[in-house]
């Protein structure tokens, strides 16, 4: 298991098919929709919701995952550039 807090990490990871996680609660899950944009998909057993992965670029935020905390990698293959 791979603790990772950059988002490029947590997007290389997304790509390599690998799970991500936030390690405080595993109903959070990081995603790539269908456009390209990677989102938090929050699941509670009833639906679904979702949020950016970080904050809009060209703001102050664009570096900053939007859920705080240690996100977790699961599964096997390997992200580029880690």
Do not use: F
């Not at 109903?27 to 919701?49: A, H, P």
Request: avoid cysteine; aromatic fraction near 8%.
């Amino acid at each position: 298991m791979t603790k990772l807090n950059v988002i490029e990490q947590v997007k290389a990871a997304v790509d390599a098919g690998l799970t991500v996680t936030l390690a405080a609660s595993p109903s959070y899950t990081v995603i790539k929709d269908s456009n390209g944009k990677y989102l938090i998909e929050y699941r509670d057993g009833v639906e679904n919701n979702w949020i950016g992965l970080h904050g809009r670029e060209g703001t102050k935020y664009e570096h900053a995952i939007n859920m705080p905390g240690d996100w977790i990698v699961s599964g096997t293959g390997t992200i580029k550039g880690a």
